[in-house]
């Protein structure tokens, strides 16, 4: 039972590239978040998801896309990156919030990504 | 506007002192309030709260709500360097929307 797994744990970007973050969970949870965290920023949503097949903005949408094909996987892409978006990204899963009081969020590891 | 404030961001302790980190909040719907340890990975889960008065521990940690004045609170007695971690504070609502955390307080632990 690997829970939240992200992939890649680094990488370096140059200004204008692309690239996916992959989050795969095998807890069968409906809802898929992905937070940034910077220095004294705490963690911030980006994007999250309810359900395969739908996505909704969070906090700090922009520059970011998403998608959720499968319910086990949640994308996260930066089509032009900037070096705003040097951060520590990571990805969450849960059940249903109106589920049970004890649905905490469950996190992989993250991914370190600088953008020079 | 939801809203989740640490505080202090920031602590320096000595081994064996007890510590009290402070979270206030001010949000629609309070459902319930989590706090989480993170060292230098993914946070992990330490309580959660939804009912006023009531202590949760484990160890060393505990954690007690205030649901009337809006504010929740981690003690760590007996500190170890182990405990050097950042710890998050988050409210879930009962509204259709995510978890809102604070910025979190880094505890340093120092020998």
């Known amino acids: 039972n690997a829970g939240v797994t992200q992939t890649p744990k680094f990488r370096v970007l140059k200004t204008g590239q692309s690239m996916t973050l992959l989050c795969a969970q095998d807890?069968?949870?409906?809802?898929m978040y992905w937070y940034r965290q910077d220095p004294g920023m705490g963690l911030r949503l980006i994007h999250y998801?309810?359900?395969?097949?739908?996505?909704a903005k969070g906090e700090v949408p922009d520059g970011y896309n998403v998608s959720r094909l499968k319910k086990q996987n949640f994308l996260l892409g930066l089509e032009s990156a900037a070096p705003s978006q040097t951060s520590v990204y990571f990805c969450?899963?849960?059940?249903?919030?109106?589920?049970?009081?004890?649905?905490?969020?469950?996190f992989g590891n993250g991914t370190r990504l600088t953008v020079t | 506007e939801d809203k989740v404030v640490q505080s202090p961001l920031s602590l320096v302790v000595h081994e064996g002192d007890t510590v009290t980190l402070n979270c206030s909040y001010e949000?629609?719907?309070?459902?319930?309030l989590l706090w989480y340890k993170q060292e230098k990975k993914a946070p992990t889960f330490l309580f959660m709260l939804?009912?006023?008065?009531i202590e949760k521990k484990s160890g060393r940690l505990s954690s007690i709500l205030d649901k009337k004045e809006l504010f929740s609170i981690l003690n760590i007695t007996a500190t170890q360097t182990g405990d050097s971690a950042v710890y998050l504070c988050?409210?879930?609502?009962?509204?259709?929307?995510?978890?809102?955390f604070g910025k979190g307080t880094r505890l340093s632990v120092i020998a």
């Open positions: 807890m069968n949870h409906e809802y």
């Open positions: 988050a409210v879930a609502t009962s509204g259709n929307t995510p978890l809102v």
């Open positions: 998801s309810v359900g395969e097949g739908t996505t």
């Open positions: 949000v629609t719907n309070f459902r319930s």
């Open positions: 939804t009912s006023s008065g």
């Open positions: 969450a899963s849960s059940v249903p919030w109106g589920s049970s009081y004890n649905s905490p969020l469950h």
